[in-house]
């Protein structure tokens, strides 16, 4: 139990500390674009009722989670199959460097183009930046299998999906879960983007149309509850994270302590 309240305590206090530090430099603020946090805190249930929680939040977090699914999916499987065969790994290495340099923020235009301006643009222009850390993480990933091991599964005749299942994905999973990491805050960024673009609901359409009806302590309360849903989906990633590279986290503890 101690340790538990230790580690919350750690994950809080850096927190807690800059809210304090926003509290007192913005305390007494007249600066109509830099109003002071106790005024942005008591604009907050006013603003984001549970309408308008359904409307604006719960949109934008379904249309992230399924832009990071399909960018999930489609980074470990490729990422396996380009990592797993050298030829192909070669042919494809040049195309990826060159569509991974494009900024996914430019494609909006392009995607829109063929997607619309519906929920389907804003999923792919999200799955479309989040693929590129997946998918990169897993070819390295499935790269650095350890030779021994492969040649161990092979002499016992692991072959196949059990194989691919038990010792690639297995060892590729560590970074796997780092650019899974590194595509969520990507997915976050483009989701805000994506529904500045051509949208009628969201948590980006919501700041941007506060901003516009210089509603600027609204608009304040729209960024705050952008960086409270990023925290939190950090912690969950986390936990998730924690339970499923148990094991990983549990030998590079064991070799620390030798």
């Known amino acids: 139990m101690r340790g538990v309240l230790l580690r919350v305590g750690y994950v809080l ?4 500390v800059l809210v304090a530090l926003w509290w007192l430099a913005s305390d007494g603020s007249t600066n109509v674009y ?5 005024t942005i805190l008591r604009t907050f249930p006013d603003v984001w009722t549970g309408q308008r ?3 604006d939040l719960l949109r934008s977090v379904l249309r992230l989670l399924a832009g990071y699914a399909t960018a999930a999916v489609a980074g470990v499987a490729l990422g396996t199959v380009i990592g797993s065969y050298r030829r192909v790994r070669a042919v494809c290495e040049p195309v990826l460097e060159f569509l991974r340099a494009v900024p996914p923020p430019v494609l909006v235009p392009v995607i829109m183009l063929f997607a619309g301006i519906g929920d389907t643009m804003k999923i792919v222009v999200i799955a479309s930046g989040g693929v590129w850390p997946i998918l990169l993480n897993t070819v390295e990933g499935v790269r650095a299998v350890d030779p021994v091991m492969a040649e161990t599964a092979r002499s016992y005749g692991i072959t196949g999906a059990a194989r691919l299942r038990t010792l ?3 060892s590729a999973s560590p970074q796997i879960f780092a ?7 990507i997915g976050i960024i483009l989701m805000v983007i994506s529904e500045m673009f051509a949208a009628s609901n969201g948590l980006g359409f919501a700041i941007v149309q506060f901003q516009r009806g210089f509603a600027i302590p609204d608009m304040w309360t729209g960024i705050l509850l952008l960086g409270l849903l990023g925290f939190a989906l950090s912690v969950v990633f986390q936990v998730v994270e924690r339970r499923v590279l148990g094991w990983y986290h ?3 503890a064991t070799t620390r302590r030798s």
């Open 250 to 252: 549990g030998l590079r």
């Open 34 to 38: 830099w109003p002071p946090l106790r």
């Open 53 to 55: 929680l359904h409307d």
């Open 13 to 16: 206090a850096l927190p807690a």
């Open 179 to 185: 650019g899974l990491r590194q595509a969520l805050s």
């Open 168 to 170: 690639v994905l297995r």
